[in-house]
């Protein structure tokens, strides 16, 4: 065989050579060009017809008494049938996190303006559109769920805004809209959605012969044995919710019906496969927010009384008046004037000027300062100044809530409303919201609630100074955490604590009550459990 000249071996071995490196080339600008195209968010979760059948979307804005978060669920409905929940999970953005937007103020800040409501409502809503496929939008849910903020607001306000809404979110939108659609719901509901959410991502809705149960539906027979349910506690800025499953037979004479709800998660109405009666309380205007207002009156209330006015014996008038309260100081006596005045009658003519009056507070961090005011026409200022003492902060809070509480027959509870006994031993309970943030969001407490762990942590956190405070919070040292965190730490632990202990009685050495925010790696919010018991129907027919 002739050999081939030197130059040719080289030239065929090179062609392969450039023909794999040409390819390779031109394959990785192929890749450039499919995968760089900008696609919208939806594409990413839904690009195909495939992939959306059996679907249906859902957006839900939670509109809050701070301010309003809107959600997106899926709700995958292809085997949805009488013997099983309807299956719901947030909807993901790039990240693999789910899709929130966040708008504040609250809702309730529009009252006077319905207007002014329909227009910030609207910009949280149409950021929805870039993640529903285009396809779906006629088919997708859209519901507008307002809370306690609305609740607190006169019923002409609440009722002008919720109207404005309805009327303007149905023409603006193809989504599904219906006027039970938007609407206030009751703290009631919201806690009863709460115990939805955290249960179905439990699993605990699942039906198993051979799991522990707490309730049977039909006590001889193992297809109607559930697993126990865990009950929550939600704690908000402006009101609490409880609730936790009871056996029907349990039902107690000392409560209204009204505290009692049976609920129905199947789609079929009659079958008592997923039927549930729970046990469910609002306490509205004791959130972690409207909670300060009810401190700062007590701080009032317990100032004034310490004050007296004392008779000029020359002039046989009242001139001055006596101020006991050794933990209060103040550089201008007439100060005190204008409380006496307000408080014991004092007459107009010692209507003087004054100084601004300072009272140590152990529930602020040593250092901070918070001005408040009080009085009927709001003219007496009173400076808040940080002693940062928790266990004092607790005990005062825990006498405001221990006011709340009626007893009778033994039994005593907030607000005299008395709770069907609780088996602690056995039953979980999940602290939502506040109690997550209290616990984590600046002491970075994990895992079950250990009371002396948790109580340790707060004081230590109450007893620094201010000024560390925010050094070690500028130096990211809290990094889920933002400034009115940690100005307002020290108060809202103790608050959600003593709650918890004083008002509902749970035991100081309970072992199974959990603060959470995310389970199976989502965020755990009511919303969800609302699309799952008003969409519970579908496929919609």
């Not at 496929?133 to 088919?139: A, G, L, S, Y």
């Not at 179905?200 to 044995?225: C, D």
């Not at 199947?266 to 401190?295: H, I, Q, R, W």
């Not at 004054?354 to 918070?370: A, I, N």
Request: charged share 20%; glycine share 6%.
């Amino acid at each position: 065989m002739t050999a081939r000249p030197v130059e040719m071996r080289w030239r065929i071995r090179i062609l392969p050579t450039f023909l794999c490196t040409t390819g390779f080339t031109f394959a990785c600008a192929l890749c450039f060009l499919l995968f760089s195209v900008p696609r919208s968010p939806a594409a990413l979760h839904a690009s195909s017809n495939e992939q959306t059948a059996g679907v249906h979307y859902a957006v839900v804005v939670d509109a809050g008494s701070s301010g309003s978060r809107l959600y997106i669920y899926r709700c995958d409905y292809d085997r949805h049938t009488v013997k099983s929940i309807l299956r719901v999970s947030p909807l993901l953005g790039r990240d693999g996190e789910p899709i929130v937007k966040k708008k504040n103020p609250g809702l309730s800040s529009f009252g006077n303006d319905p207007e002014k409501a329909v227009v910030y409502m609207k910009g949280l809503i149409n950021g929805a559109l870039d993640y529903i496929p285009k396809e779906n939008v006629k088919q997708t849910s859209l519901f507008v769920l307002a809370t306690a903020g609305m609740r607190l607001l006169p019923v002409q306000e609440r009722t002008k805004v919720m109207k404005a809404l309805q009327r303007a979110l149905a023409s603006s939108y193809d989504f599904i809209v219906s006027e039970t659609n938007i609407e206030i719901i009751s703290g009631k509901w919201e806690g009863i959605y709460a115990w939805i959410s955290v249960n179905y991502a439990l699993g605990r809705f699942e039906r198993s012969p051979l799991l522990q149960t707490s309730v049977s539906t039909q006590p001889n027979s193992l297809a109607s044995r559930r697993i126990r349910t865990a009950g929550i506690l939600d704690l908000g800025g402006a009101s609490l919710q409880v609730a936790y499953e009871v056996k029907r037979s349990a039902v107690h004479g000392l409560l209204n019906e009204s505290f009692y709800q049976e609920i129905n998660l199947g789609c079929n109405d009659t079958s008592p496969l997923f039927k549930f009666t729970v046990f469910v309380n609002t306490y509205l205007g004791y959130g972690a927010n409207t909670a300060v207002e009810l401190y700062e009156n007590w701080l009032a209330k317990n100032l004034l009384k310490n004050l007296s006015c004392v008779m000029n014996e020359k002039s046989n008038a009242y001139s001055m008046c006596a101020l006991y309260a050794p933990c209060v100081q103040s550089s201008n006596f007439f100060f005190v004037l204008i409380l006496c005045r307000y408080s014991l009658g004092c007459p107009d003519s010692f209507f003087y000027s004054f100084s601004t009056l300072e009272v140590s507070d152990c529930c602020l961090p040593r250092g901070l300062t918070k001005r408040m005011q009080f009085g009927d026409t709001k003219i007496l200022d009173m400076i808040r100044s940080g002693s940062g003492c928790y266990h004092t902060c607790y005990k005062s809070l825990s006498e405001i809530i221990e006011s709340n509480v009626t007893c009778a027959a033994a039994l005593c509870f907030l607000e005299g409303v008395y709770l069907p006994a609780i088996d602690f031993a056995s039953t979980d309970f999940y602290g939502m919201s506040e109690y997550w943030y209290s616990t984590n969001d600046v002491l970075n407490l994990t895992g079950a609630y250990d009371h002396e762990v948790f109580e340790k942590s707060a004081s230590d956190f109450c007893n620094l100074n201010w000024t560390s405070i925010w050094t070690l919070f500028r130096h990211k040292k809290f990094p889920n955490a933002d400034i009115a965190r940690i100005r307002t730490q020290c108060f809202k632990a103790a608050w959600a604590f003593a709650l918890l202990h004083k008002g509902l009685r749970f035991p100081v050495n309970i072992s199974n009550f959990h603060p959470v925010s995310r389970m199976s790696g989502h965020d755990i919010q009511w919303t969800l459990g609302a699309v799952l018991y008003r969409l519970r129907h579908l496929p919609l027919r």
